[in-house]
């Protein structure tokens, strides 16, 4: 069963295929795998669930394992689809006819009558095909780096699912919200959460629910835990919802106690800060490399007004410095997946302020990107020896640690680039 409609699958098929044309040659097609079942280990007839790579999903709207789609100059698109078999009917509740297409085992009688001389395989590749393919030549690596960016400008059909979505999540953190109280545990507070969202509609989630407490919350990729969340801690959630592979990705950071003391308070309105300044710069044009040295700076001006740090800002940006309390990225690509297309053409990523960002390209119009810019106060960061040698004329390492028990404070939304104002769709969750 398909979720978007067929005029929207042929528009961004029409969308791509003068990128692919100005490409390919007349004895070249390309094949675009939706993957295969993996069987688990000992599991006999059991198979993980399965998960179609995205960027056939994205060109078919199937979710079929094993579905082909094929283009060529010559011939166009066509979709080469595993028929439904009728134990799969009898168990599963497939419709016969849910998929329309070519039946996938005649590809090969159908790439040999044609004689393509160069098969390009892209997506999720089988192991084995009984036909010849390239995977890994300028050509292959060309076109899919021509899909990537055709994937990156967002429909209307996606920007609607994603909404769809935040507001699923928001019933989540509604929840927590209410839940939140000295001694529940992280792990009880990851449970309320995604309970509540698949009350709501969502199927899965996007990636695992982060939860940390206290001084957890200065892990980045904080697995919830059984530690009891304690009087006057910050609490961090990271959590996201997800329909069919979209999804959002949202972080929120709650005071335990209903009420932010006044050092907790001082460092989530420095974040708060950055990230407002970073989600007025979304616009087309805009590098993302400066809308990441931006938030950086903005950080570094407030660590210093609160001793932390200390010297000049533009010293602290360029030693890396700042890297020591904000060690990753401003943020990522979203949508279909949790980092959605990524940018697998930059070979040789950049660092910036002491920090490799996921993506460094000019925003365009439709594309959708997290900002999420956070501040954190981590052990293994503040206790190097490495960094406090290197770093001693510019931290107050003393008074950074009066605030490990602070942890850390990221607020992360999901922003739409369009012509005017950034559009944030996840804003409904309150912070």
């Not at 490409?23 to 993957?35: E, H, I, K, N, W």
């Not at 927590?176 to 709501?200: C, D, L, M, N, W």
Request: proline share 5%.
């Amino acid at each position: 069963m398909m979720i978007f409609s067929e005029k929207t699958i042929s528009q961004r098929r029409q969308r791509l295929e003068p990128e692919w044309k100005n490409l390919l040659s007349a004895d070249d097609c390309v094949l675009v795998f939706c993957g295969e079942p993996h069987t688990r280990p000992g599991g006999l007839d059991q198979t993980y669930p399965f998960i179609p790579h995205p960027s056939y999903y994205w060109l078919s709207g199937y979710r079929r394992v094993h579905g082909v789609v094929f283009y060529s100059k010559e011939h166009g698109w066509k979709d080469f689809i595993l028929p439904v078999t009728k134990d799969e009917s009898i168990w599963e509740g497939m419709l016969p006819f849910a998929f329309n297409g070519l039946d996938v085992k005649t590809l090969n009688d159908f790439l040999s009558q044609h004689k393509f001389k160069n098969v390009i395989a892209l997506g999720q590749i089988p192991v084995r095909t009984d036909y010849a393919v390239s995977t890994d030549t300028p050509l292959a690596k060309q076109l899919k780096e021509k899909f990537d960016q055709c994937r990156r400008i967002k429909d209307a059909d996606e920007v609607k699912r994603v909404s769809q979505l935040a507001d699923i999540a928001n019933m989540g953190y509604k929840k927590i919200r209410s839940f939140i109280r000295p001694g529940v545990t992280e792990r009880e507070i990851q449970i309320e959460y995604e309970a509540e969202i698949q009350r709501h509609g969502a199927q899965k989630l996007p990636y695992d629910t982060i939860v940390g407490s206290g001084p957890n919350a200065a892990v980045l990729h904080a697995i919830p835990t059984l530690k009891k969340v304690k009087e006057g801690e910050l609490v961090l959630i990271d959590a996201g919802a997800d329909i069919e592979d979209y999804c959002v990705d949202i972080t929120r950071v709650l005071p335990v106690s209903g009420k932010f003391s006044n050092q907790q308070q001082s460092l989530y309105d420095l974040v708060f800060a950055a990230q407002k300044h970073a989600i007025n710069m979304c616009r087309v044009g805009q590098e993302w490399s400066q809308v990441h040295l931006t938030t950086a700076r903005i950080i570094a001006e407030g660590l210093v007004s609160l001793g932390i740090m200390k010297g000049s800002v533009d010293g602290l940006l360029e030693t890396a410095a700042i890297s020591v309390f904000y060690p990753h990225g401003v943020g990522h690509l979203v949508g279909l997946r949790v980092r959605d297309t990524g940018q697998e053409e930059n070979i040789s990523p950049r660092s910036y302020a002491g920090t490799r960002i996921r993506v460094d390209l000019p925003l365009k119009e439709n594309m959708l990107i997290t900002v999420e810019p956070g501040c954190y106060f981590i052990p293994t960061l503040i206790n190097d020896s490495t960094n406090r040698e290197k770093f001693k004329d510019m931290i107050n390492f003393s008074e950074a640690e009066k605030w490990l028990n602070i942890g850390g404070v990221r607020i992360e939304d999901d922003i739409l680039i369009t012509q005017s104002e950034p559009s944030n769709l996840t804003a409904v969750v309150a912070k």
